[in-house]
């Protein structure tokens, strides 16, 4: 059983960083696509960001700019370096891996922008 934990959320001014990161228990290697989400109070879960098992990564068009998605298969280790957070960022972050039709999420931590 794969477990996804992310950490590295908290509490941020306007225009700061943040570097969240999505730890597996096992290998990564063999996911397909792991990505990104967040979910607002009030408002639906959406896409952040993914990157496939290739590298290539994708990301939502109203955040291009300011993310870099990236994973470190040695470490098992996926990674979201957020740059320029605005308070609309504030919102529940959550990580997903999928390997075929199967998918794997953690149980999110909290990026709150305020100054």
């Known amino acids: 059983q794969v477990q996804l934990v992310e950490s590295g959320g908290g509490l941020v001014q306007p225009g700061g960083s943040l570097r969240l990161s999505c730890a597996a228990s096992?290998?990564?290697?063999?996911?397909?696509?792991m990505g990104w989400y967040r979910q607002a109070p009030g408002k639906q879960r959406e896409l952040v960001a993914t990157?496939?098992?290739?590298?290539?990564?994708n990301y939502a068009d109203s955040l291009k700019g300011r993310l870099t998605i990236s994973r470190d298969n040695a470490k098992n280790t996926m990674y979201l370096q957020m740059n320029s957070l605005k308070p609309e960022d504030t919102a529940v972050y959550s990580c997903?891996?999928?390997?075929?039709?199967?998918?794997?999420w953690g149980q999110g931590t909290q990026v709150t922008v305020s100054s």
């Open positions: 096992g290998t990564i290697f063999g996911f397909n696509v």
């Open positions: 990157i496939t098992s290739g590298g290539r990564k």
């Open positions: 997903k891996a999928q390997v075929g039709l199967i998918e794997y």
